[in-house]
């Protein structure tokens, strides 16, 4: 069974970091592109990254904040948020489909569960 599973979130003052992090089991992630979303209270969910052939696209909100990164041993994505703000709180997902395109319909194959990050004083 295919399985996403976030971890990492938590509540954080404006300007701290967090890194999250998204562990696979049931599929190997080098053979998919992997994506970042987030869903605000009230809000549709958003895509923030996606990562495919070895490169990183990002939202332009978060650009020069967020890096993704990948750990191939154990088979984990990471998500390095620097600099917060309090509009980053939303809870956040990862996903994979075959395509950064196929992420983009909000039809992964696979799903995470979500992590809630909170940036507040």
């Known amino acids: 069974q295919m399985q996403l599973v976030e971890s990492g979130g938590g509540l954080v003052q404006p300007g701290g970091s967090l890194r999250l992090s998204c562990a696979a089991s049931?599929?190997?992630?080098?053979?998919?592109?992997i994506g970042w979303f987030r869903q605000a209270p009230g809000k549709e969910r958003e895509g923030v990254s996606c990562?495919?052939?070895?490169?990183?696209n990002y939202v332009d909100s978060v650009k020069g904040r967020f890096t993704v990164s990948r750990d191939f041993a154990k088979n984990t994505v990471y998500l390095q948020m620097n600099s917060l703000k309090p509009e980053d709180t939303a809870v956040y997902y990862c996903?994979?489909?075959?395509?950064?395109?196929?992420?983009?319909?909000?039809?992964?194959?696979?799903w995470g569960r979500g992590t809630q990050v909170t940036v507040s004083p």
């Open positions: 049931g599929l190997t992630l080098d053979y998919y592109a």
């Open positions: 990562s495919s052939g070895g490169s990183t």
């Open positions: 996903a994979v489909d075959p395509t950064c395109l196929g992420l983009k319909t909000m039809s992964p194959l696979v």
